[in-house]
């Protein structure tokens, strides 16, 4: 067994999938994901979704504007796809120059996923434009058929629409986001340089006895909700070999206490206080801390075409524990690993 070594030094990563909200919640977790990460993907499903490059503007200008004073962060924009979104908006979209990304829900699929698409043929026009400019297709990968498991949702989503959008567009990057499954892992291990993954801190953590873990879990309910060990050892594995097309996407999602301790809880992990921290745990044990640096810090930027970050960072094989919640009143947050230790610690 490789020893772990006591403090691991690597670039500045990015988050390249993160909910950070608005308002009251967006001054509460953004100073997280801004302490850890030089950038993020930041997702559009507020209510009302961010829909156009407009908006996306307005939307950029409230982070930075809650962005406590000495942090360096850079967020990189998204648009909500539906039905409506016409070409003409994605050409804007990528001259604006803050638009990474254009995000596909199914409808139905996931919170504020309502104005989602429900049939993605409507939306081969608007996918041409994205392929033709260069606009990255992110993609919720679960298929809302009542008849589907939804522990299969994934896997019949990558045969019924992925399979088929990778053969249509040949030339449209996508990325497959918070994968959960061996087939997702099939799936991108055996395509082509323009489909990468997003990998989320609780997949590599967590299979789905947690969930269930001396009682109903709500704070690890998330979709696409967990697997499986067999999926979650699949994740890890290549993520420890090194593939260079899985890189990190937090998915951090927060929702205030009252929304996910209710009748119908809503579906979102908070990750953002110690992602980093979180996944160098995963990583340490799969003995692959050597494949980290480029797992968070350099996978995600050659796939979108940016250069990695110049600053760099430290973690420390130093237990913490985390804080009961983070927040108060409407945005009283129970974050992933509450009141329990982490074993990392970034400096």
């Known amino acids: 067994m490789t020893p772990t070594p006591l403090s691991l030094t690597l670039r500045r990563p990015d988050d390249w999938h993160v909910h950070l909200r608005d308002d009251a919640m967006l001054a509460t977790v953004l100073p997280h994901t801004a302490r850890q990460f030089a950038r993020?993907?930041?997702?559009?499903?507020?209510?009302?979704?961010i829909t156009t490059t407009a908006q996306a503007q307005a939307y950029r200008a409230r982070i930075l504007q809650a962005l406590p004073a000495g942090l360096c962060f850079e967020p990189l924009m998204t648009l909500y796809l539906t039905?409506?979104?016409p070409a003409a908006e994605i050409l804007q979209a990528k001259a604006s120059g803050i638009v990474v990304g254009v995000k596909l829900y199914p409808a139905g699929a996931t919170t504020h996923s309502d104005a989602g698409v429900t049939d993605i043929r409507r939306v081969y026009a608007t996918l041409e434009a994205m392929q033709s400019c260069g606009m990255p297709l992110l993609i919720h990968g679960e298929v809302t058929d009542p008849a589907v498991d939804i522990f299969d949702r994934e896997a019949v989503f990558i045969d019924r629409v992925l399979?088929?959008?990778?053969?249509?567009f040949p030339a449209l990057k996508m990325v497959l986001e918070h994968i959960t499954t061996e087939a997702a892992v099939q799936c991108v291990r055996d395509g082509d340089d323009?489909?990468?993954a997003t990998v989320t801190p609780q997949h590599i953590l967590l299979n789905r006895n947690a969930l269930f873990s001396g009682g109903l879990r709500v704070h690890h309910y998330c979709l696409p909700v967990l697997k499986r060990?067999?999926?979650?050892?699949a994740i890890m594995a290549v993520l420890a070999s090194g593939h260079p097309r899985f890189f990190l996407g937090t998915d951090s999602a927060p929702h205030g206490r009252h929304a996910k301790e209710s009748a119908c809880g809503c579906a979102g992990i908070f990750s953002a206080h110690a992602a980093l921290e979180l996944y160098a745990e995963a990583f340490a044990s799969a003995e692959a801390l050597a494949q980290l640096e480029a797992f968070a810090s350099?996978?995600?930027?050659?796939f979108y075409g940016l250069a990695p970050n110049e600053t760099y960072i430290t973690l420390r094989a130093q237990p913490w524990t985390v804080p009961h919640h983070y927040g108060q009143d409407e945005t009283h947050i129970i974050p992933l690993r509450a009141a329990e230790e982490v074993s990392w610690t970034l400096s």
């Open 194 to 196: 323009y489909l990468g």
């Open 40 to 49: 993020a993907v930041v997702m559009p499903n507020l209510r009302p979704p």
């Open 229 to 233: 060990e067999r999926h979650r050892a």
């Open 163 to 168: 399979l088929p959008l990778r053969r249509d």
């Open 83 to 85: 039905e409506a979104t």
């Open 298 to 302: 350099l996978n995600g930027p050659r």
